[in-house]
């Protein structure tokens, strides 16, 4: 043993950083207007392919709510050529599995292959995404799958909570107001016929991108592409509609979903935010990992590591290719539920009128800047950044710019910013638990209107005290 | 396809701290893990959840580091950081960009060589509060939540320290003292019970001059004391069944067999067998349960290897509105039943392990999971090349073996069956809706779980 010897009390200095950019990405574009990507990354023998249209549930009519989760979801149930039993296992024998999955945004199709493995797994994507059969009996089955999977949201406070919020912060001409998987009453109706319309309007290589990442010739990719979707026709894709993403809430007002014998409370506060593409995206990454996204935020080191009313509080923004939610969040057991409301709102207005201290905001900064070269260290989330660029329409070099941009943000900036995105006196506050638990002072606390929904709920259980 | 091979070092210092280095230069990035040997499954009656709250309690500062200060520098440093606690170990890790290796290496150290001095009542109390709401969270306010601890109890004998859940009781968590906090640290957070593995952009020379610098004056404990014998027949010696009513929509049946302990190559051939059931849409219990059927709503099986005892298999399926609960759990068992007295086919052994080395191939390319792997194979087996060879093991199983570990652990006598069924009122209407697109089912399982500080 090394006796006597003391240990070493000064923290140390960081070493010089490698430097570190986003891989070289090559882009082109075949004649249907199918985009290729291809991002080369030396010794990552597992290659990420996804094939990203830039339609998701926020562009199908409102009657037709889910269809296209559902659609994205039946892709893999079948092709012209093979069921989904035999797809699988081709996909398999290839050590490939494909996935397929529709967001608000987007919908994507993809897989993970061994590079050695890539032209015949690419084969299957192709197949899946250009001639898919939406077999009637396998989408009854998935159809069933959803509504029973609502069901079991329901009884999920979590899940019940997050449903609470939406539906109340948009209004009822909002898409954004349901579930981007759609509603029971709109996905018990949906039929194969309205996927098939889905992948007639949604899946054409005009509005598509084709992201290739990992141990790859770039040259390779692109005969491989052009070789399985330069034949590929289909619509001159639909010019979208512009996204209804109007508001519901004009004052503060408070919706309680009453849970009887709930430990805890599911706390949601806030309002629409703001669309990605937005002169002020900077700022507001900067702003939500001071307010509520580093282990050290305000709202977590106030609730959780001050207070002990919760496991974990944040707050951030969904940001969507239109106005997604801003949600401050945290479960804190049931006495807390009043005392927490109040740090909520005591932060949310700290950080719109005060300037942020130096040390946060180069906490905040750094913490962007320096986990970049690990954000991007495998292909999977380097496909996925560069087929957010191209789902928003952002420019091809963002990624280059990403650090500076962030550097640049100032304690000004993050005030202006809180200021004109977070409404404290505008915003929606759900609170799913028990609320004879905490009514009286919920009241006293003036917060604004009460409402209590009461869904119907078995006798709680005995739960701890 | 070959796998690439991890090279490693392996040395120790004078304390007793074991110190594997794996460089790697692909990207800047480094991970740093630190696994000590102590679990959940060191705590005694009385004192359950300990080693866990413990863990909070770790990230509230040190001699040199404030309270929370250890989340605060990694992150601004660039970097992600957590701790997690199971039944048989805590590990803390950190991944980081490579310039910021040392930084970690001392933050580690600083706990581990002066935690006490930074302790207070006032931060045992606060993080006691985090942890019970952490409990409610995870489990007491959750659908089916108390699943883990009912299986568990019943797979192990009260005196067995699988028996008692590691985010342990309310009343336990209240008796916790500082007492407590200085005892558990003198004894088990010890170089001489802990590995660090580091994995990435670094230099061996310098990884090994700052790990003596830092982590060297740091007193070994010649005196960990050994775990009692916690031996265990392999099976249960019966069937035990419970039913549990809970406010969900839908029943859900949990299934749980003992299974040979991690390291023994059966348990290779069980989870391959479990592959074979219920990985991927092709795989034996989803085609019929979820696929042709349509009796359940998702279904799934595997091992949870553990060292002390007995690992355990565990299996869940939610049943589909409308059909009995019998139906589901019959079709499981014949299932298991067929695995366990037919041989499998080659072409559906060989799906399953182009899969497994497939997925292999993308965990090991990130230094986190490397360093990881590393440090637990080194804690639980003394064995770091394992991150090597375990794959060639797991690819080497034969038909003949799946069909073998299927028939001594899908046995009626070494099987738990929980049924949930929705308490008398249960919301049934059907109506409503979620804000996600995921397959909603909660409770879905991973093989190395555990409590994690944030």
């Known amino acids: 043993m090394s006796a006597g010897r003391e240990m070493i009390t000064q923290r140390p200095v960081p070493g010089h950083p490698r430097p570190y950019d986003f891989p070289h990405t090559v882009r082109t574009e075949l004649a249907n207007g199918l985009r290729l990507i291809v991002t080369p990354m030396q010794g990552r023998e597992l290659i990420a392919a996804t094939l990203a249209f830039r339609n998701g549930a926020v562009d199908e009519p409102a009657a037709v709510g889910g269809a296209t989760v559902l659609a994205a979801r039946a892709l893999t149930e079948g092709t012209e050529v093979r069921d989904a039993i035999e797809l699988t296992e081709a996909a398999e024998r290839l050590g490939a599995s494909i996935h397929a999955e529709a967001g608000w945004d987007a919908t994507s199709a993809g897989l993970d292959v061994p590079a050695s493995r890539l032209a015949p797994a690419m084969e299957l994507l192709a197949e899946v995404v250009r001639r898919p059969r939406y077999p009637e009996s396998e989408i009854d089955r998935l159809r069933d799958e959803r509504l029973t999977d609502l069901l079991q949201a329901r009884a999920d406070p979590r899940r019940r909570a997050d449903e609470a919020y939406v539906s109340s912060i948009y209004a009822p001409s909002s898409p954004y107001r349901r579930p981007a998987g759609g509603t029971a009453e709109t996905v018990a109706a949906l039929t194969p016929a309205d996927l098939r319309a889905v992948h007639a309007r949604a899946y054409v290589p005009s509005s598509a991108a084709l992201v290739v990442v990992g141990d790859v010739e770039p040259d390779a990719v692109v005969q491989i592409a052009e070789d399985l979707f330069g034949a590929w026709s289909g619509a001159e894709g639909v010019a979208q509609a512009p996204i209804d993403d109007t508001g519901a809430v004009d004052r503060r007002f408070v919706r309680v979903v009453h849970r009887p014998g709930s430990v805890q409370t599911e706390i949601r506060i806030g309002h629409r935010g703001l669309p990605r593409r937005h002169a002020d995206f900077f700022a507001v990454s900067v702003m939500s990992m001071i307010l509520g996204g580093l282990f050290n935020s305000r709202l977590n080191a106030n609730l959780r590591e001050d207070k002990g009313y919760t496991y974990g509080a944040s707050a951030g923004f969904d940001l969507r290719r239109a106005r997604g939610p801003f949600t401050a969040r945290a479960a804190v057991n049931t006495e807390a539920t009043v005392p927490s409301l109040g740090e909520f709102f005591k932060e949310l207005a700290l950080i719109r009128e005060e300037l942020v201290s130096e040390d946060e905001l180069r906490s905040a900064r750094d913490f962007l800047i320096g986990v970049f070269p690990l954000r991007f260290e495998t292909p999977g989330p380097v496909a996925g950044s560069l087929s957010g660029l191209f789902i928003h329409g952002l420019p091809d070099d963002e990624l280059a710019h990403y650090r500076a941009a962030i550097e640049a943000v100032t304690a000004e900036d993050v005030r202006r910013v809180a200021h004109e995105h977070i409404r404290p006196e505008r915003s929606a506050v759900i609170l799913l638990g028990d609320h004879e638990a905490f009514a009286a002072d919920l009241e006293a606390a003036n917060l604004g209107p009460i409402d209590v929904v009461r869904d119907a709920e078995p006798v709680a259980p005995a739960e701890e005290g | ?454």
């Open chain 2, 1 to 454: 396809m070959p796998v690439p091979v991890v090279e490693f070092t392996d040395e120790r210092l004078a304390n007793g701290l074991r110190v594997i280095v794996a460089e790697d230069h692909l990207a800047p990035v480094v991970g740093v893990h630190v696994w000590y040997n102590v679990g959940s499954k060191h705590e005694v009656a009385g004192k359950t959840g300990f080693a866990h709250l413990f863990e909070h309690v770790m990230f509230q500062g040190s001699a040199n580091v404030g309270k929370t200060e250890h989340m605060q520098l990694v992150q601004a440093a660039g970097g992600t950081l957590n701790g997690t606690t199971w039944l048989d170990r805590t590990n803390y890790y950190e991944t980081l960009p490579s310039h910021e290796l040392e930084l970690a290496l001392w933050l580690e150290a600083d706990r581990m060589g002066t935690l006490l001095e930074a302790l207070s009542q006032e931060n045992l109390d606060n993080q006691r509060d985090v942890v019970k709401n952490e409990k409610r969270w995870s489990y007491d306010n959750r659908p089916y939540g108390s699943w883990s601890e009912k299986l568990f109890g019943h797979l192990f004998p009260v005196d067995h320290p699988y028996h008692h859940p590691t985010i342990g009781s309310m009343e336990d968590l209240d008796a916790a003292s500082l007492e407590d906090v200085s005892q558990f640290f003198a004894t088990y957070y010890a170089p001489n019970n802990a590995t660090i593995a580091i994995a990435g952009d670094c230099e061996h020379d310098q990884v090994m001059a700052w790990a003596e610098q830092y982590f060297g004056p740091i007193p070994a404990n010649p005196a960990i004391p050994p775990l009692p014998d916690a031996s265990l027949p392999p099976t249960l010696g019966e069937e035990i069944r419970e039913t549990v009513e809970d406010r969900v929509p839908l029943p859900r049946l949990y299934i749980g067999f003992r299974a040979p302990v991690y390291g023994d190559d059966r348990l290779d051939a069980l989870e391959l067998a479990c592959q074979l059931l219920s990985g991927g849409r092709s795989s034996r219990l989803h085609k019929r349960l979820v696929r042709d059927e349509r009796i359940a709503q998702d279904v799934e099986i595997g091992p949870w290897g553990f060292v002390t005892g007995s690992s355990v298999c565990l299996g869940v399926a939610t049943v589909r509105p409308g059909v009995e609960v019998e139906t589901v759990e019959k079709a499981f068992f014949e299932e298991l039943e067929r695995l366990a007295t037919e041989i499998p086919g080659e072409d559906e052994m060989t799906r399953a392990k182009a899969l497994t080395e497939a997925d292999e191939l993308g965990s090991l390319a990130r230094v986190e999971e490397r360093a990881r792997r590393l440090a637990e194979y080194s804690g639980l087996f003394d064995d770091p090349d394992l991150i090597n060879s375990l794959l060639p093991r797991y690819l080497a199983v034969t038909a003949e073996q799946v069909r073998d570990a299927a028939r001594e652990t899908f046995r009626a006598d070494n099987r738990v069956i929980l049924t949930y069924i929705p308490a008398p009122g249960a919301a049934t209407d059907g109506e409503g809706g979620d804000t996600q697109d995921g397959d909603g089912a909660d409770g879905h399982q991973s093989s190395d779980t555990g409590e994690e500080a944030a």
